[in-house]
């Protein structure tokens, strides 16, 4: 079952612009995390937020969660070429056993 | 790199032969996981262990069988698959399920012919 749901599916940005990728989910959640993957290789863990935070920023990422709206949304801002990859949410399931991805966003950033 | 060794990096397999990946992590970790994933896809949870032991199996065909040796080696055996198998292969590890974040290993191409 898929909890997660992206939008847009795909972005194209130029070097420089800021990235905003969404995450609407539907069960109560403990946390939600965001994770990056480069074509072909494993997935990279970004963020974890959980349920009382509302905003948590990491270098050039910020996330922030709206559980009243069962969402999240990931901003990147001042893109790189090396940004390039898909992005996916990813929120606990079953009391925190599974944890399932949404269909992720595939953001190209063009030097 | 990752923290997360998974070998063979590709493999190449016939239906009827008998295969197996390997996942290693020295990170303490006491979840071990099994996704897969199809080209253009999100990850599909197959297997997770908790302390060695089994926890999760998502309803997956036996000819995929999971071993736990001990708390850092995780094994996917693999027999009599099918065309329709051949994917990514990802190994993740998490300290305390999934209140913290999984580490990845990049994952085993598998194709069968």
């Known amino acids: 079952s898929q909890q997660g749901e992206e939008d847009p599916q795909a972005l194209s940005i130029q070097e420089g612009e800021n990235a905003t990728m969404n995450c609407s989910y539907k069960?109560?959640?403990?946390?939600l995390q965001w994770y990056r993957q480069n074509s072909g290789r494993g997935l990279v863990h970004l963020i974890l937020?959980?349920?009382?935070?509302r905003e948590k920023h990491s270098g050039r990422l910020r996330v922030t969660l709206d559980t009243s709206k069962k969402s999240s949304s990931l901003l990147i801002t001042a893109s790189r070429a090396a940004d390039t990859a898909s992005y996916f949410c990813a929120t606990p399931l079953e009391y925190g056993n599974k944890l399932v991805f949404g269909a992720g966003t595939i953001l190209r950033v063009k030097s | 790199d990752t923290e997360v060794t998974q070998t063979p990096k590709h493999l190449v397999m016939g239906m009827t032969n008998k295969k197996s990946l390997k996942c290693e992590q020295h990170?303490?970790?006491?979840?071990m996981y099994w996704y897969k994933q199809k080209a253009k896809k999100p990850p599909e949870l197959m297997f997770v262990?908790?302390?060695?032991?089994?926890?999760i199996n998502e309803s997956v065909p036996s000819r995929f069988s999971p071993e736990c040796p001990n708390s850092s080696l995780l094994n996917l055996h693999l027999h009599a698959l099918q065309p329709e198998d051949s994917a990514l292969y990802l190994c993740a590890s998490s300290q305390d399920g999934y209140n913290s974040p999984l580490h990845f290993g990049n994952g085993t191409r598998l194709t069968v012919t």
């Open positions: 937020i959980r349920s009382n935070e």
């Open positions: 069960t109560s959640i403990n946390n």
């Open positions: 990170m303490g970790h006491r979840a």
């Open positions: 262990y908790s302390y060695e032991k089994l926890s």
